[in-house]
Nanobody
C-alpha cells in the first residue's frame, strides 16, 4: 500500500509561484511513476504532469505551456510540482497520484493523495 500526502498549497496572487510537494510512504518509491492532477470547482479532475520512477521521463498536459515543472527526489520519497506565473484559472485542488506505470498514471493510477488547495487571486 502506498500513502501520499500533499502539501504546499495556499493563496497566491496572479503571477506568483508555488511549489507543491507529495510525500510517499513505502520503500518502493523509485519504482513508482508519480503524477499530478487538479480539479477546479465544478469541473472534472484533469491530468497535469507525470514523471517516471527514476525521473528520466516527464510528460505534461498541453495547458501547462512551460509554466509547470514536475520533479522528484527519490532519497526523500517526494515528488514536486513547481508552478510559475500562476493564473486565476489555476485555482483548483491539486492531487498527487502514483502507480507502477507512467502510462497508467496519465489516466489516473491506483494511489491518490487527499489533495492540496491552490487559490490564485487576480
Amino acid at each position: 500500500q502506498v500513502q501520499l500526502v500533499e502539501s504546499g498549497g495556499g493563496l497566491v496572487q496572479a503571477g506568483g509561484s508555488l511549489r507543491l510537494s507529495c510525500a510517499a510512504s513505502g520503500r518502493t518509491f523509485s519504482s513508482l511513476a508519480m503524477g499530478w492532477f487538479r480539479q477546479a470547482p465544478g469541473k472534472e479532475r484533469e491530468f497535469v504532469a507525470v514523471i517516471s520512477g527514476l525521473g528520466f521521463m516527464t510528460y505534461y498536459a498541453d495547458f501547462v505551456k512551460g509554466r509547470f515543472t514536475i520533479s522528484r527526489d527519490n532519497a526523500k520519497n517526494t515528488v514536486y510540482l513547481q508552478i510559475n506565473s500562476l493564473k486565476p484559472e489555476d485555482t483548483a485542488v491539486y492531487y498527487c497520484n502514483a502507480d507502477y506505470s507512467s502510462g497508467t498514471v496519465k489516466g489516473g493510477g491506483r494511489y491518490w493523495g487527499q489533495g492540496t488547495q491552490v487559490t490564485v487571486s487576480s
